[in-house]
């Protein structure tokens, strides 16, 4: 089936706590991309992907990075999470010039 | 990618047919429409996407008129599931390009 994997789905921890958010996919896409979204906000974008080892900032990528080592995998990476990271993560997918699949969604909290 | 512009709100009843009009009156040559639907703590998901004139698939019809200034999504006979938040893209909106979601229509539809 295809589909974009994310875990954790859920996370409570701590300010200052490393934390990754894996993101995997298996439909062989070369676009990748994290959005976080908040109440009221909609869905901004944190981090894209054009393919393997080529990243580029989103609107919101302050506290956050990301790799790109693999075709299938985007990890979002907090070296120092804060309070106002609290919020639902997506991770999506896409090919060239097609529609993005998401995936179900992260909700960390951050204490 | 085009600034849109679609109401924040819309109510309607089961078996009624719902119509949610975007406006971008900036979308340029190579700009598709496509249009997502998002359920509460779910990843987006895609429903359709065109370029001119008119696109159906099981799930709804896209209207675009000649100047494709703006774009109707058509959900014919609505029932209680299809409760929702439905955004509007326009430009090039594959996963490995800077995006910028909008607030999106929030649609309910009652018994």
């Known amino acids: 089936e295809a589909q974009v994997t994310q875990n954790p789905r859920y996370l409570i921890t701590v300010t200052g706590k490393k934390l990754t958010v894996t993101c995997s996919q298996n439909?062989?896409?070369?676009?990748m991309s994290w959005y976080r979204q908040d109440p009221g906000l909609g869905l901004r974008q944190i981090y894209y992907s054009m393919n393997v080892e080529v990243t580029d900032k989103g609107d919101v990528p302050e506290g956050y990075k990301v790799s790109r080592k693999e075709k299938r995998n985007f990890p979002l990476i907090l070296e120092s999470p804060s309070p106002n990271q609290t919020s639902l993560y997506f991770c999506a997918s896409s090919s060239v010039n097609q529609p993005q699949h998401f995936g179900d969604g992260t909700r960390l909290s951050i204490l | 990618l085009a600034k849109t512009t679609q109401p924040i709100s819309m109510d309607s009843y089961e078996g009624q047919e719902v119509n949610i009009t975007c406006s971008h009156n900036?979308?340029?040559?190579?700009?598709?429409i496509t249009w997502y639907q998002q359920f509460p703590s779910q990843g987006p998901r895609f429903i359709i996407q065109g370029y001119k004139t008119k696109v159906t698939n099981e799930v709804a019809s896209l209207f675009i008129p000649a100047d494709r200034k703006s774009s109707t999504l058509s959900l014919p006979r609505v029932s209680l599931s299809d409760t929702a938040v439905y955004y509007c893209l326009v430009g090039v909106t594959a996963a490995g390009n800077k995006l910028t979601f909008g607030g999106g229509t929030r649609v309910l539809v009652k018994p």
């Open positions: 900036n979308i340029a040559t190579n700009d598709y």
């Open positions: 439909m062989n896409h070369e676009y």
